[in-house]
């Protein structure tokens, strides 16, 4: 079936960065684009980032510039999201998500990121 | 930055009530509008795309309407599994998501 799996829980210090993987499988990998959107404890939604998997283009959110990379490695239907320089604020669970020429109909599970020193 | 805000942030009901959930954007965003479930410890859900389409699966109870700066959901008979949070997003310049509105049961 058409499935985003991500991988596990992290824990990680502040100043330190995470790499969190995203496989696709159940469709053609390279016809969509994959999101990154993440929900700290409690809150709401914030959409991050996207990776065409087709070319490799990407965008990011202003809130992450320079902070957060989205590339993709089409060989294993994988996405990676990458987040430096990490802080307490960044402590949520991340998730992706396949965009589907309006909306996401397709997530992930979540990865925890916890960052503590 | 487009911004979303849903009304009201939380709204308590009764099975069998009907319930209408508002979204407004700070700017035109055509029908560039989707709504999400998300069920706690859950991924969100696609409930309702491009303003009004329901996608395979998405009980005809749930529906949605509006166009430019403002929308709504409406469930037309709430059911227990109902009971969740809701978000809007705008997909017409970039990608934003209202606060949420949790639906709890009276």
């Known amino acids: 079936q058409v499935q985003l799996v991500q991988s596990g829980a992290e824990v990680k210090k502040p100043g330190a960065s995470v790499k969190i993987s995203c496989k696709a499988s159940g469709y053609s990998f390279t016809t969509y684009s994959i999101h990154w959107v993440r929900q700290a404890p409690g809150q709401g939604l914030e959409w991050m980032g996207w990776?065409?998997?087709?070319?490799?283009?990407?965008k990011y959110s202003q809130n992450f510039q320079g902070r957060v990379t989205i590339t993709r490695a089409t060989s294993a239907t994988t996405v990676y999201m990458e987040l430096s320089s990490l802080r307490s604020e960044d402590t949520a669970v991340y998730y992706c998500?396949?965009?589907?020429?309006?909306?996401?109909?397709?997530w992930g599970q979540g990865t925890m990121v916890t960052v503590s020193s | 930055d487009i911004q979303m805000t849903q009304s009201p942030s939380s709204l308590s009901a009764f099975v069998g009530d009907r319930v209408t959930i508002t979204c407004r954007a700070s700017?035109?965003?055509?029908?560039?509008l989707n709504w999400y479930q998300q069920k706690p410890g859950k991924a969100p859900k696609l409930l309702i795309f491009a303003e009004s389409t329901l996608p395979s699966g998405v009980p005809s109870r749930f529906s949605g309407s509006g166009s430019g700066t403002h929308f709504t959901l409406t469930i037309s008979s709430l059911q227990p599994e109902d009971f969740a949070t809701y978000y809007c997003?705008?997909?017409?310049?970039?990608?934003?998501f209202g606060q949420g509105t949790k639906l709890e049961i009276k």
């Open positions: 700017q035109s965003v055509s029908n560039y």
């Open positions: 997003q705008q997909s017409y310049s970039s990608y934003t």
């Open positions: 998500a396949r965009h589907s020429q309006w909306a996401y109909d397709i």
């Open positions: 990776v065409s998997a087709g070319n490799g283009d990407t």
